[in-house]
C-alpha cells in the first residue's frame, strides 16, 4: 500500500492540556504554605505551649476568643514571667532589651498567616464554636519555628464551611487527645454558612 | 495585634489600610507579609479589633451636640450623636459627622512654625512658647490693647482664656462666630430673655418661618429638626408650615407654602400679621402677594398655638425678630411653642460682630501690640470693604492657634498649632442644668500639635505675676470646676453628659447699626451660609465638598441662583458664568437656574472661593508642604460670596447678608458639578406624595401602572414578601405554588440558618427634610471615597477642574439624596411648586436584575435578603449597573482606594479614619449599599458572644443612626419584634418602580402635604 | 462504449462555466492568475506599515487604560457601556457575511459564492478575532477575565452561566473556532498547490508543513467533499446563534430600547448588512488592484448587491417595528427612550444610522448601481458607518435615558477610546493583508470545479 | 509495494483508464485530481466516507457536555441570582448547542484528518506535483510482472507520461 502512517504527533492537544494546568495553578493554591520566616526572638512555642508547662493558647493570644483579632501578648505579659524566670538565656535577654522597663520598643513579630485584606476572618466565632487553634495552625506546639500549616486558600475555607467542621479531628490536631478510635456521626458535625457575604463585604 | 511601615502608626487598622491599595485586586496567593507589632504594655480595657466608645462634645458649630467618637485600638473611625444628650438625640448633622475630616485633615500643622522674614519654618514647642513669652515681655506696655479671636465655643474655655488674659493684664477676648444670626439672638434676649429658645414644632397648629433656615444649619440645628420631623410626621394632625422669604432655602422646600418677598420686604409682612397695616399695603412694600398675605393672617389667627420664627440676616434683621417676638407674645406662643426654658445655651455669650469691627480697628490704628487668633478666619470671613489684611498687618505680633493653613494664620508671624477638639478636654451647657463634657478620645494625631490651653498655661508659668494663677495643666483646671463627686464624674466620663452648671461669662456688647448706604443695583442680593460650609470652615473637608448642596445638589464649586425668567431675560442658562457687582465688589460664577427665587433677586451661598481660589496653580496630590490658602480641599474652588458685602451691621450687630447687585453674562462657560440628572420625575413615580386630606382613603399606586405583564397596578401594601422564607422573589412569592411557606430562595429550614432574616428598610418621606447627613455618615462608615478634587482624574487626558469627575456623573454617593420638582412645569414665576426629597440607595432586590447578569456571581441574592456585591470577584464588566433600574451602583474609574496613586482619596493621615471592618476597594470594581452589612456581622458576632438570639432594634445602619429626622428605619422584616415590620404595614408604604418586579427590600412611605385650609388638594 | 465518460449533462449542479467565467480558459489560467496576486508589492507595505503603527496606537492607549484606571476611557455613568461594546457588536456583525456567503451559500450552491467566498471567510475569522478583544478590554480588571471561562479552580469557583457575558464567551470561542478551522480546510487544497508550485525551499518547507502533506487523492477529496458539507452545514445555525446571544447582551436586560425580543433577528440581519458591507469594502479594491475582475464578475457583485438590499429592508423593517412596538406598548419607560431617540439629545447619531441603513441601501434596486463598483465601494463605506452609529444607537441612548430621571446622563468618548477603536482597524487590516499576500484570496480549488476541464473528443479512445 | 503511475491531461481519458484498469483487475488504484470531479468518483464506486459519524457523536457528546457543565457546577455552589432557579436549563441550551457545535466540527475535522491519513511528513509515493495543478494521475499499485501490462494499458489511454515508483 502507499500509506505510510506518519501522524504529525498531536502537540496542539498537548498544549491546549498545558496550558488548563497552569491556568488552574495560577488561580489557586497558595504560595505562601509552610512559608517559615525567622523570628526576631526564637520564640519555643514547644516549651511554652506543650510539655510541662502546657500553656494554654488563650493565655499570650488572649483576645482570640473575643476579637476578631487574636491579638499578641504584650511584651509586659512575657515579661511577668522572665523578670525572674530564664533570665540568664540568650533570647530573654533579647526580650528584656525590648522591655528595658517600660521604656523600651516592641518586638517586630514577623507575620506568617496573613488573609488579604478582603477577606473577614473573625476569631472569635471560631474559637467560639470549639475548633481547635490546631485546626487551621498546625500542631504549633511542636513547631520550635511556626510555619503556615494550611494553605488558607479559599478552597480550604469553604471545605470546612460546607463539609463541616469535625470536633473529634480537631482534638486530634491538638495531639492532647486522641480520638482517632471513633468516627463523628454527619450531624456532629460542625457547618457553617458558606455564602460570599459570611466573609467578604 | 497590628502592622505597620511608619512608626507613627501602630494599629491595627492601618493593616487594612496599608492593604487597602491592593485589597479588591490581590490574589489570595500572593500576599505580602509584613510585621505584628504586638503592645509593649497592653493598655486596660480596649481588645485590639473592638471598638471602645467616647462621649464627647461636637465642636462643628455653636450648638454643641452630644457625639459618640467610636474608636479602634485608639484611632476614632466614626463619630455618631449620643442618644442621652438633650440636643441631638443621638443624631448628628453632615458638619458633625465630618468633624473626624478635621481631625484627621493632611493639611494640619505638624508642629509650630514661626515667621522669619517673610519665611516659614518649623520650630519646637520650647523655641515658640519662649518666642510667645518673650514677645509678650517686649510689647507688656501696651498689654491692654492685645486682641484675642477667640471661634465661639460654649462652656468652661471662654472664662480660662479671659482670665488668662487678665493676668497678663488683656481684656477680654472676642468670641467669634460668624455664621450666628445675631440679630434673632438680640431680638430673642429682648423679647424672650435668652439667646436661643426652646421650639416645639410639635406643639404648633402652624408653623410660619420668616426667612428662618433652621433646616439649614441656622441655630441648634439638629434639635430643630428633630422636633419638626415629629411634628410633621404625625400626618393629618401635623401642623401646616410656611415660609416667607426671597428664595427657597432647604428649609423653605419643605414648607407647604412659600410667601415670596423681597429681602427687607419681610418686617412690613410680620407687621401686617400683627395687624398694622392692610394686606395691600405689605404686598407692595415686601411684593409679596395680598392675597397670600390675607389668607395667612387668617390661618394664623385661627391656629391656636402657633410657632413663628424669624431670621435676622437682611439690613432690618432686628425689625423683623422683634416683631416677630411680638407676634409670638400676640399669639400666646411663648411658653407654649417659643420655650425660653429649653433655650439652647451655645448661642449666649457670642460677641456682635460690631465688637469684631471694633477690634479690626483697633489694629488699624495701630494701637494693638499683640493679636490671638483661635479658629476664626476674619481675613476670608470679613468683607474686603474692612479691610482687614491691612489693619491686622499693623500688628506687631501675631500668633495663631490654628490647627490648618487658613488666609488669617498665613498673616500671622506664630502658629501654635492647637489639638482637635476630639483630642482635648472641655465641656459645654447645651441646655440648662445639663454638663456636655469633651474628653479626648484618642491620643494627638500629630504630636506637634498641643491644646491651647496648655500652651497659655506654660507661658503663663514663665511669667512671675501669672504663674501662681494656673493649675499644672488646663485638665485639672477644668475638673476642678465640674460638679463634685468622683461618682458624678465617671458618670460623666461613661455618659458625656451629667447635671450641672457653667458660669458663663456675660459680654457686654454695644453695636449700633452702621448707617448702611442706599445700595444701588438691578437685583436683590441674598449671601446665607452654605448649608454644607458654614461659614466657610468646612471647606477643607472632601466629605463636606463631596456633599451636594442640599438645595441646589452643586458641589466643589459656587454659583449663582437665579429664576429661570431673569435667566431668559439675560440670555443665561445653567453653567453661564455671571458677574455679580457689587458697590463693595464683584464676583464670577456659574449660573443655576432655580424656581425657588424671585425673579428679581439673586443668591449665593457664602462658604467657598477660599484664599487660592484666584491661583492657577493647583495641588498636584504629591505636594508635602503646607497648603496656603485653606488646604488642598479648598483650592480653587468655587469664589467668596462674602466679598459682595458692604460689611454693614444691623441693629442685632450682625452682617447684613442682603442688597442690591448688577448680574452681568460674562460670555464664558463651565459645567457645573452636579449629581442632579433631572430633576422631574416625568411621571415616573419615584418620590410619591399624598394630601393629608387623602389619608386613611384607599389609594393608587402614583407610578403609571399599566406595563403589560406588571407586578400589580394596585399598591401592595409593606414589603412584597414579608416573611424570610418567601422574602426573595419569585420562587417564594406569595403567589408560588408552595404559598412561599417552604422553599424561598434559600431554605428557611436550612440548618445554618441561613434564611432566617429578611434585612428591610423603611423611609419616611414625611419626616426626610432632604438635609443629607445620612450621605456623609454613609461615606464615613464605608470607607467612600471623595472624587472630585480636581487632582483625581486620568493623568494624560485630565481637566484640572474641581469636581470635574462629578461632571462625568463618577460620585460614588453610595446613598443619594434626589430632590424632584413637582408643579411650576411652564416657566414663569410660581410661589406654587412643591420639592420631594428622596434618598436614594440600593433597594436589596429580592428579583435583582443586577444579579442574573454578572458573569463571575460578583453580584448575588444572601439568604437573608442582601443583595451582596463582592469586590473581590469583581471584574468590572459594568453590565449590573446596566441593569440596575435605581442607578445605584458606583464603579471605581479609578484607584481611589490605592496609596501610591494621584487620584488617592485618603492621604495620610485621612487614611487613619478608614472603617477596618470595611473592604477599601481597588480599581476596577463595582460597589454599592450593602446594608451595612459589616454592622451586620458585627451585631451576629455580638449575640453569639453573648449566646444570645440578636435583639430587635439592636443595631442600625449609618444612614439611619444619623439621620435628624429618624426617617430611616432598619431591621428584619421577618422578625415582628423589629419595629420596621410596623412601618412596611404603613398606608403610605410603596415600593420605586414596583411595576418592575424587583421586589425591594426598601419601601418608601410617601411624603404627606398639606393644602392650605380650603385650598383644593393641590397635584399629588 | 457502455465505459465511456458520463455525459457531460450528468455533472454536478455547478452553473455552466462558459456563463459565468468566460474570460477564464483552463487550470493553468487559473493558477497563474490567482498566484500571481501574490507577489508583495510597494502599496502592499505601506498598507501593512500603516496597519501597524494604528494597531500601535491602540495598544500603548490600552495599556495607559490599564495602569490609570478605566476612568480614562469617556465613560460617563449611567453610561456604562461605550465605544468598547460598540465596536465588540459591530465586529461581531461584520464577520457574519462570510460565514453566510462561505457556508449558508455553499449549501445553497450560489454560484456567484466562489469567486468571493476566501476573502469574506478570512474577513471572518479576523473580524472576530478583532471582536474578541473588546469585552477583555473594556473590563475594569482585564487580568482576571479568564474567571469568565469554567475551569477547575482552587476557589471551588465557576462562572454564573445564567450571565448573558458567559454566553457571549461559549459563542464568541466556539465562532472563532470554527470559522478559522473551516477555513483553513477549505485552505489546504490550494496550500497544496502554492507548494508545488513553489520553487523557494524555505516558502515550500512551509507550505507543505501547512498543508499537511494533502496529495489530492481520491481517497482525500472523498472524505474532503463530505467534512466540508458538515462544516457548512453546522456553521449555517452558528452563525444565526452568534449574533442572537450578543443581542442577549442587551435583550436579556431591563433598560428601555434594550428589552426587546425583535433583537436576535434584527441583529443577526444587521450583522450580515454590514457585513456585506465590509465584504465590498475589501473584494472591491482587491478586485481592481489584483486584476481579478474576470473573476469577481460584475454579476457577482450583483448578485451580492441584491442580498445586501435584502437585509437593508429587513434591518430597517426592525427599526420601524421597535418604534411601533414602543409606541403601542403602553410602556412609558420605552416610548420615552424611543422618543428621544429620534429627537432628543442623540437624534444625530439616530438619522446617521436611518440614513445609511435605510435610505441609501435603497439605490441597489437599481441594477445600473448594483453593476456599478465604485457606487457599491462608497455605499460599502457609508454602511461600515451606518452599523457602527446602530450599535452606537442601541447603547448609548438607552443607558442614559433609563428609569430613574436623577442619574440621567450624557456620553462624550475621550482619546483612549478613538485610539483604541483605530488600534481594531489597524489590528483586522494588518491580519487581513498579511493573509492576501500569504494565500490565494480566491478559492483555487473551487475555481478549477467550474472551469472546464481538459477533454479529448467526447467517446474518445475509438476502439 | 511498488506499483506505476499514469500522467493525464484530460478528464475523460483518465475516466476511461480508471474503468479499464478495475476491469483487468488492478485493484489498488489511487487516483489524483487536482479538484474534486463527480466523474471519477463515479469511475472509482468508492464506498461513502465515514466522517458523519465521527460528526454525529462529536455533536452528541458536546451537547451532552455543554448541559453538563452548566447545570453540574450551578449546582456545585447553589448561589441564588435574580430569584432564578439554581439550575435553569432553558438558558443552558445555549452551552448545549454550542458545545455541541464546537466539539461536533472538531470531531468532523478529526476525522477528516484520520480517514484521510493527514497530516502526512513526507510526500508519499506515488504523487507528482502536476497533480496539485492541471493534471490527472492514477497510480496502479501492482506486482512488477504486471507492471508492463498496467503501463500498456495506461499509455493506451494516453496518458502524458508514465513512470515506475519504488
Redesign the interface.
Known amino acids: 500500500m502507499t500509506q505510510r502512517r506518519k501522524w504529525t504527533a498531536i502537540p496542539g492537544l498537548i498544549l491546549l492540556a498545558i496550558g488548563a494546568v497552569a491556568l488552574s495553578a495560577y488561580s489557586g493554591a497558595s504560595s505562601s504554605q509552610n512559608n517559615s520566616p525567622v523570628q526576631p526572638i526564637l520564640f519555643p512555642h514547644p516549651l511554652h505551649a506543650a510539655g510541662n508547662l502546657n500553656m494554654n493558647c488563650l493565655y499570650c493570644h488572649n483576645t482570640a476568643n473575643k476579637s476578631p483579632d487574636p491579638g499578641l501578648p504584650a511584651v509586659s505579659t512575657c515579661m511577668g514571667c522572665h523578670l525572674i524566670a530564664r533570665a540568664d538565656r540568650p533570647e530573654v535577654q533579647k526580650l528584656a532589651k525590648y522591655y528595658a522597663m517600660g521604656s523600651g520598643k516592641p518586638v517586630p513579630w514577623v507575620r506568617i498567616h496573613k488573609l488579604p485584606e478582603y477577606v473577614r476572618f473573625p476569631h472569635m466565632r471560631h474559637v467560639n464554636a470549639g475548633v481547635t487553634c490546631q485546626s487551621c495552625h498546625g500542631p504549633v506546639q511542636e513547631m520550635t519555628q511556626v510555619y503556615q500549616f494550611a494553605s488558607l486558600n479559599m478552597g480550604w475555607c469553604v471545605n470546612c464551611h460546607v463539609n463541616g467542621y469535625d470536633p473529634r479531628e480537631g482534638l486530634k490536631a491538638t495531639g492532647i487527645v486522641d480520638t482517632s478510635t471513633t468516627v463523628t456521626p454527619d450531624a456532629e458535625r460542625k457547618r457553617a454558612r458558606y455564602d460570599c457575604a459570611s466573609c467578604h463585604y | 495585634m497590628s502592622e505597620t511601615t511608619t512608626p507613627r502608626v501602630r494599629r491595627r487598622e492601618f493593616l487594612k489600610v496599608l492593604g487597602a491599595g491592593t485589597a479588591a485586586g490581590a490574589a489570595a496567593c500572593s500576599e505580602p507579609t509584613g510585621k505584628l507589632i504586638p503592645y509593649l504594655v497592653s493598655p486596660d480595657q480596649t481588645v485590639p479589633g473592638v471598638s471602645t466608645y467616647f462621649a464627647s462634645v461636637c465642636r462643628e458649630c455653636s450648638a454643641t451636640c452630644g457625639i459618640i467618637a467610636e474608636t479602634r485600638d485608639g484611632r476614632v473611625i466614626k463619630l455618631e450623636g449620643n442618644p442621652e444628650h438633650p440636643l441631638n438625640h443621638g443624631a448628628l448633622c453632615a458638619r458633625g459627622q465630618s468633624a473626624v475630616q478635621g481631625l484627621y485633615n493632611p493639611d494640619r500643622f505638624r508642629s509650630p512654625m514661626i515667621k522669619t522674614g517673610g519665611a516659614w519654618k518649623m520650630a519646637t514647642w520650647d523655641e515658640a512658647i519662649a518666642l510667645l513669652s518673650q514677645k509678650l515681655g517686649e510689647h507688656k506696655a501696651r498689654a491692654g490693647s492685645a486682641v484675642f479671636l477667640n471661634q465661639h465655643e460654649s462652656g468652661s474655655f471662654p472664662t480660662f482664656i479671659d482670665s488668662w488674659l487678665s493676668s497678663f493684664g488683656m481684656r477680654p477676648h472676642v468670641s467669634v462666630d460668624f455664621e450666628a444670626d445675631h440679630a434673632v439672638i438680640e431680638a430673642n434676649k429682648r423679647s424672650y430673655g435668652v439667646a436661643w429658645p426652646g421650639l416645639a414644632f410639635g406643639q404648633a397648629q402652624l408653623i410660619v418661618s420668616v426667612g428662618a433656615d433652621f433646616l439649614d444649619g441656622w441655630g441648634s440645628s439638629v434639635q430643630h429638626q428633630l422636633d419638626f420631623a415629629d411634628a410633621r410626621a404625625k400626618g393629618a394632625s401635623a401642623p401646616r408650615f410656611v415660609y416667607i422669604g426671597p428664595r427657597r432655602s432647604l428649609t423653605g422646600l419643605n414648607a407647604d407654602q412659600w410667601v415670596s418677598c423681597t429681602p427687607g420686604g419681610e418686617l412690613a409682612i410680620v407687621n401686617f400679621l400683627l395687624g398694622r397695616g392692610d394686606a395691600r399695603a405689605a404686598a407692595t412694600a415686601s411684593g409679596a402677594n395680598a392675597d397670600a398675605l390675607t389668607a395667612l393672617a387668617r390661618e394664623l389667627a385661627a391656629a391656636k398655638p402657633s410657632l413663628v420664627i424669624a431670621g435676622g440676616r437682611g439690613e432690618n434683621g432686628l425689625e423683623v425678630a422683634l416683631a416677630v417676638g411680638a407676634l409670638n407674645k400676640a399669639a400666646g406662643n411663648v411658653g407654649v411653642t417659643v420655650r425660653p426654658a429649653d433655650a439652647a445655651l451655645g448661642f449666649e455669650g457670642i460677641s456682635k460682630q460690631g465688637d469684631v469691627m471694633a477690634a479690626v480697628e483697633r489694629m488699624r490704628s495701630g494701637s494693638v501690640a499683640v493679636a490671638f487668633v483661635r479658629g476664626p478666619n476674619p481675613a476670608y470671613s470679613l468683607s474686603p470693604s474692612a479691610k482687614f489684611a491691612e489693619a491686622f498687618g499693623n500688628v506687631a505680633f501675631k500668633v495663631s492657634f490654628s490647627l490648618y493653613p487658613d488666609e488669617t494664620t498665613e498673616m500671622c508671624d506664630l502658629i501654635l498649632p492647637d489639638l482637635h477638639s476630639l483630642e482635648q478636654w472641655g465641656d459645654s451647657e447645651p441646655v440648662k442644668g445639663t454638663l456636655g463634657l469633651q474628653q479626648p478620645a484618642m491620643d494627638p494625631v500629630f504630636t506637634g500639635s498641643r491644646a491651647t490651653a496648655d500652651v497659655l498655661i506654660a507661658v503663663a508659668k514663665k511669667d512671675a505675676a501669672a504663674a501662681s494663677k494656673f493649675p499644672a495643666d488646663f485638665r485639672t483646671w477644668l475638673i476642678a470646676r465640674l460638679p463634685a463627686g468622683t461618682a458624678q464624674r465617671s458618670a460623666m466620663l461613661a455618659k458625656g453628659i451629667g447635671a450641672g452648671s457653667i458660669t458663663r461669662r456675660e459680654v457686654s456688647s454695644t453695636t449700633t447699626p452702621s448707617s448702611v448706604a442706599a445700595a444701588a443695583g438691578e437685583y436683590f442680593l441674598v449671601t446665607y451660609p452654605s448649608p454644607t460650609l458654614g461659614d466657610g470652615r468646612g471647606a477643607n473637608k472632601p466629605w463636606l465638598q463631596e456633599l451636594p448642596d442640599p438645595v441646589t445638589k452643586i458641589l466643589w464649586s459656587s454659583w449663582v441662583e437665579i429664576h429661570p425668567e431673569t435667566a431668559a431675560k439675560l440670555g443665561v442658562e445653567r453653567g453661564d458664568i455671571l458677574e455679580v457687582k457689587t458697590a463693595a465688589g464683584s464676583v464670577r460664577a456659574p449660573a443655576l437656574v432655580y424656581l425657588g427665587i424671585r425673579p428679581d433677586t439673586v443668591a449665593m451661598a457664602i462658604g467657598q472661593g477660599h484664599a487660592t481660589a484666584a491661583q492657577p496653580t493647583f495641588f498636584d496630590g504629591k505636594d508635602t508642604g503646607v497648603q496656603w490658602g485653606y488646604g488642598r480641599y479648598s483650592r480653587s474652588v468655587g469664589a467668596n460670596a462674602g466679598a459682595l458685602l458692604s460689611g454693614a451691621v444691623n441693629g442685632g450687630g450682625g452682617w447684613v447678608a442682603s442688597g442690591k447687585c448688577d448680574v452681568v453674562k460674562t460670555g464664558e462657560r463651565q459645567t457645573v458639578p452636579t449629581t442632579e440628572g433631572s430633576a422631574r420625575q416625568h411621571g415616573r413615580g419615584i418620590a410619591q406624595a399624598i394630601e393629608a386630606s387623602e389619608l386613611g382613603k384607599p389609594q393608587e399606586a402614583e407610578s403609571h401602572g399599566h406595563i403589560p405583564g406588571a407586578a400589580s397596578t394596585a399598591f401592595l401594601p409593606g414589603l412584597r414578601s414579608p416573611v424570610a422564607a418567601d422574602a426573595q422573589g419569585d420562587l417564594g412569592a406569595p403567589t408560588a405554588a408552595d404559598k412561599g411557606n417552604q422553599v424561598g430562595m434559600y431554605d428557611p429550614n436550612h440548618p445554618l440558618g441561613m434564611a432566617k432574616r429578611r434585612w428591610a428598610m423603611t423611609i419616611d418621606l414625611a419626616r426626610c427634610t432632604g438635609c443629607s447627613a445620612c450621605v456623609t455618615a454613609c461615606y464615613a462608615e464605608n470607607n467612600i471615597p471623595t472624587v472630585g478634587a480636581p487632582w483625581q482624574n486620568g493623568v494624560v487626558y485630565a481637566e484640572k477642574r474641581p469636581g470635574f469627575n462629578i461632571t462625568r456623573g463618577r460620585e460614588m454617593n453610595w446613598l443619594r439624596l434626589e430632590r424632584y420638582y413637582e408643579g411650576a412645569e411652564k416657566g414663569g414665576f410660581t410661589e406654587d411648586f412643591e420639592a420631594r426629597f428622596i434618598p436614594m440607595m440600593c433597594q436589596h432586590c429580592g428579583n435583582a436584575p443586577c444579579e442574573p447578569v454578572c458573569p463571575v456571581y460578583a453580584t448575588y441574592h444572601a439568604p437573608d435578603g442582601l443583595n451582596v456585591q463582592v469586590y473581590n470577584r469583581c471584574v468590572g464588566t459594568r453590565y449590573c449597573s446596566n441593569n440596575c433600574p435605581y442607578k445605584v451602583r458606583y464603579f471605581n474609574w479609578f484607584g481611589y482606594g490605592e496609596p501610591d496613586r494621584i487620584q488617592y482619596a485618603f492621604p495620610e493621615p485621612l487614611n487613619w479614619q478608614l472603617n477596618p471592618d470595611v473592604t477599601v476597594r481597588g480599581k476596577g470594581v463595582m460597589e454599592k449599599c450593602s446594608f451595612c452589612v459589616q454592622r451586620i456581622r458585627e451585631a451576629e458576632n455580638r449575640a453569639v458572644l453573648d449566646q444570645r438570639e440578636m435583639a430587635a432594634d439592636e443595631f442600625t445602619t449609618a444612614c439611619a443612626a444619623a439621620c435628624p429626622s429618624r426617617a430611616i428605619v432598619f431591621g428584619d422584616a421577618a422578625d415582628d419584634s423589629w419595629s420596621v415590620t410596623k412601618y412596611v404595614a404603613n398606608e403610605r408604604a410603596y415600593h420605586v418602580f414596583e411595576e418592575l418586579n424587583t421586589y425591594t427590600a426598601v419601601v418608601y412611605l410617601k411624603k404627606i402635604n398639606h393644602a392650605a385650609a380650603g385650598a383644593g388638594a393641590g397635584e399629588r | 462504449m457502455a465505459?465511456?465518460?458520463?455525459p457531460m449533462e450528468?455533472?454536478?449542479n455547478i452553473p455552466s462555466a462558459t456563463v459565468r467565467l468566460p474570460a477564464v480558459k483552463?487550470?493553468?489560467q487559473v493558477?497563474r492568475e490567482i498566484m500571481g496576486t501574490l507577489k508583495p508589492t510597494l502599496g502592499w507595505f505601506a498598507a501593512l506599515a500603516t496597519a501597524i503603527l494604528c494597531l500601535l496606537i491602540g495598544v500603548s492607549a490600552w495599556f495607559?487604560q490599564v495602569y490609570?484606571?478605566?476612568?480614562?476611557a469617556g465613560?460617563?455613568?449611567?453610561v456604562?457601556?461605550g465605544v468598547y461594546i460598540i465596536s465588540f457588536v459591530f465586529w461581531v456583525g461584520i464577520g457574519h457575511a462570510g460565514t453566510l456567503i462561505s457556508a449558508i451559500l455553499y449549501l445553497f450552491r450560489a454560484g456567484f459564492r466562489t469567486s468571493i467566498y476566501r476573502c469574506a471567510e478570512a474577513m471572518t475569522v479576523f473580524a472576530v478575532m478583532t471582536a474578541g478583544l473588546f469585552?477583555i478590554l473594556?473590563?475594569?480588571?482585564p487580568w482576571?477575565?479568564?474567571?469568565?471561562?469554567?475551569?477547575?479552580?482552587?476557589?471551588?469557583?465557576?462562572?454564573?452561566?445564567?450571565?448573558?457575558?458567559?454566553?457571549d464567551?461559549?459563542?464568541i470561542?466556539?465562532y472563532l473556532?470554527?470559522s478559522s478551522?473551516?477555513l483553513y480546510?477549505g485552505l489546504?487544497?490550494d496550500i497544496?498547490?502554492l507548494?508545488?508550485?513553489e520553487t523557494n525551499p524555505v516558502r515550500k518547507a512551509i507550505y507543505a508543513a501547512m498543508s499537511?502533506?494533502?496529495?489530492?487523492?481520491?481517497?482525500?477529496?472523498?472524505?474532503?467533499?463530505?467534512?466540508y458539507l458538515?462544516?457548512a452545514a453546522?456553521?449555517t445555525?452558528?452563525v444565526l446563534?452568534v449574533h442572537s446571544?450578543v443581542s442577549f447582551?442587551f435583550a436579556?436586560?431591563?433598560?428601555p430600547g434594550w428589552h426587546a425580543t425583535i433583537f436576535p433577528p434584527y441583529f443577526v440581519a444587521g450583522a450580515i448588512f454590514s457585513g456585506l458591507g465590509m465584504v465590498f469594502t475589501i473584494i472591491i479594491p482587491i478586485r481592481k488592484f489584483f486584476k481579478l475582475q474576470h473573476y469577481v464578475t460584475l454579476n457577482d457583485l450583483d448578485a451580492a448587491a441584491k442580498m445586501c438590499l435584502f437585509t437593508s429592508l429587513v434591518v430597517g423593517l426592525a427599526y420601524l417595528t421597535e418604534f411601533q412596538i414602543a409606541w403601542m406598548?403602553?410602556?412609558?419607560?420605552e416610548q420615552?427612550y424611543f422618543w428621544n431617540r429620534v429627537f432628543g439629545q442623540w437624534a444625530w447619531a439616530a438619522w446617521i444610522m436611518l440614513i445609511c441603513n435605510m435610505v441609501l441601501p435603497l439605490s441597489l434596486f437599481s441594477q445600473k448601481l448594483r453593476r456599478n463598483p465604485s457606487w457599491l465601494f462608497i455605499l460599502s463605506l457609508f454602511i461600515n458607518l451606518g452599523m457602527w452609529f446602530e450599535r452606537f444607537v442601541i447603547v448609548v441612548p438607552a443607558?442614559s435615558h433609563?428609569?430613574?430621571?436623577?442619574?440621567?446622563?450624557t456620553y462624550a468618548p475621550?482619546?483612549?477610546d478613538y485610539a483604541i477603536l483605530l488600534g481594531s482597524f489597524g489590528w483586522f487590516f494588518m491580519w487581513f493583508l498579511l493573509f492576501i499576500k500569504q494565500l490565494p484570496v480566491i478559492a483555487i480549488?473551487?475555481m478549477?470545479?467550474i472551469v472546464p476541464?481538459?477533454?479529448?473528443k467526447?467517446g474518445?479512445?475509438g476502439h | 509495494m511498488s506499483g506505476l503511475i499514469g500522467v493525464f491531461a484530460e478528464l475523460d481519458s483518465t475516466v476511461n483508464a480508471i474503468g479499464e484498469l478495475r476491469r483487468s483487475r488492478f485493484n489498488e488504484i489511487t487516483v489524483y485530481s487536482p479538484t474534486p470531479r463527480h466523474e471519477l468518483e463515479h469511475a472509482i464506486e468508492a464506498p461513502p466516507s465515514r466522517v458523519r459519524v465521527f460528526t454525529l457523536i462529536g455533536g452528541v457528546c458536546g451537547a451532552t457536555f455543554g448541559y453538563w457543565i452548566a447545570i453540574w457546577s450551578s449546582r456545585y455552589w447553589p448561589i441564588v441570582v435574580g430569584g432564578k432557579a439554581i439550575a435553569t436549563w432553558v438558558p443552558y441550551t445555549i452551552f448545549g448547542f454550542e458545545v455541541m457545535v464546537l466539539v461536533g466540527s472538531l470531531s468532523t475535522v478529526f476525522a477528516l484528518f484520520a480517514l484521510s491519513r493527514v497530516p502526512r511528513l513526507t510526500m508519499t509515493v506515488g504523487y507528482d506535483e502536476r497533480f496539485s495543478q492541471g493534471h490527472f494521475g492514477i497510480f496502479v499499485a501492482t506486482a512488477p510482472d504486471r507492471a508492463k501490462e498496467a503501463a500498456e494499458l495506461l499509455k493506451k489511454h494516453g496518458a502524458v507520461e508514465v513512470r515506475h515508483e519504488a
Do not use: C
Open positions: 465505459t465511456a465518460a458520463p450528468q455533472r454536478p483552463d487550470y493553468e493558477d495607559y490609570a484606571g478605566m476612568g480614562v465613560y460617563n455613568p449611567p456604562m457601556w469585552p473594556h473590563l475594569g480588571r482576571k477575565f479568564f474567571w469568565l471561562i469554567p475551569y477547575p479552580n482552587w476557589r471551588l469557583l465557576w462562572p454564573q452561566f445564567k450571565s448573558p457575558l458567559v454566553w464567551v461559549f459563542a470561542l466556539t473556532t470554527v478551522t473551516f480546510i489546504i487544497p497544496a498547490t507548494r508545488d508550485k499537511l502533506g494533502w496529495r489530492n487523492s481520491d481517497r482525500e477529496w472523498r472524505h474532503f467533499t463530505r467534512a458538515f462544516l453546522f456553521s445555525p452558528l446563534s446571544v447582551d436579556m436586560a431591563l433598560t406598548s403602553g410602556n412609558k419607560y420615552d443607558l433609563e428609569f430613574e430621571p436623577w442619574q440621567w446622563g475621550t482619546w483612549v480549488t473551487e478549477k470545479e476541464p481538459k477533454l479529448r467526447v474518445g479512445g
